[in-house]
C-alpha cells in the first residue's frame, strides 16, 4: 500500500509484523532507547528478585526478558505479533540460550488463555504497549486473576505530558505535534500503517487497575533523556546524553517531575482481598 492506513489494535499485530525486523535498530540499539530502558531495569532488577517467576506484556523482540533471565528470573514473555515472537525466539537461542523463557504469541487483551498456569509473582510492561489499547480494563481484569496477592505489577506507558517533546517541536515550530498528548488520544505510523493510541493520565490507569491494585510508586522515564526522535540532536552531542541520565536519577520521582517524562512507570501491588 503506498499509503498509510488506519487500523485498531485488533488488527495492529500485523504493523508489528511489518516493523519486527527493523524494530532494534530503530529504537532498542539506540543511544536513546538503550538510556530509557537502563531506567526501567533498575527498578525490575529491584522489584523482582531471581528466581521469581514474572509476566511480561508486549515484549517485542525479547529485550527485557533476555536481560531478566540472564539475572535468574523465569519470564514468560508475550507480544501479539508472530514475528516479533519469532525474532525473540531466534535473539534468545543466540544470546541467551539457557535462560528460563517461554515466549508465546498472546495480545493483551488475550492474557486470560494462561489462567491456567499457576500464578505469577508479577508481570510488567515496559514502553507504551498498553498506549495501544483503546481500554486498558480487561488488562487489570487478565492480571488480577494471573498474579498472587502482594505481587507487584510495573507499566511503562507515555505519559499525557511530556514536556522535552513540548519544547522540541515549539522550537522547530510544529505546535500540532507538539499539544498532541494533551487530548489523550493521537495516531501513530507505523511502517505504511497509522494506529491509534492513548495517553491515559496516572489516575486513569490507578482508577482501572484500583478494584485489585494498589499504586505503590511512580516516576519518570525520560524526563531530561528526550523521546527516541532526538537521536540525531543526541549523536551530536558526545557525553550529553550520559549528564541527562544522571539529572533524570536525580528528579524522576519528585511530584510535578514525576508525570511529565516521555513514559511514566507506574508500580502497582496486587491487593490481598
Partial sequence: MSEATTVNWSTAASAFDRVADSYDELFTRTAIGQAQRRQVWRRLLRVFEPGKRILELN???????????????????CDASARMIAIAGARTQHEAKRADITFRQIA?????????????DGAYSNFSGLNCMADLQPVARNLASL?????????????????????????HGQASKA??????KASARI????????????GDVQGIFSPWFRLERRSAIGLFVPPSYVEGWVRERGRALGH????????ARLPVFRDV?????????RCRH
Fill in 191 to 202: 511502517g505504511e500503517f497509522h494506529i491509534s493510541v492513548s495517553y491515559p493520565t496516572v
Fill in 261 to 269: 517524562g516521555d513514559h511514566v512507570l507506574l508500580e502497582f501491588t
Fill in 244 to 251: 541527562l541520565e544522571k539529572m533524570d536519577r536525580l528528579f
Fill in 108 to 120: 493483551n487483551e488475550d492474557l486470560g488463555v494462561l489462567s491456567r498456569q499457576k500464578l505469577f
Fill in 59 to 77: 515484549c517485542g523482540t525479547g529485550e527485557d526478558a533476555r536481560f531478566l533471565a540472564l539475572r535468574g528470573r523465569s519470564i514468560v514473555a
Fill in 179 to 184: 499539544f498532541r498528548r494533551f487530548t489523550g
Fill in 147 to 171: 498474579v498472587r496477592p502482594g505481587g507487584r505489577v510495573l507499566l511503562c506507558l507515555w505519559s499525557r505530558v511530556c514536556v522535552a517533546e513540548l519544547v522540541w517541536y515549539l522550537i
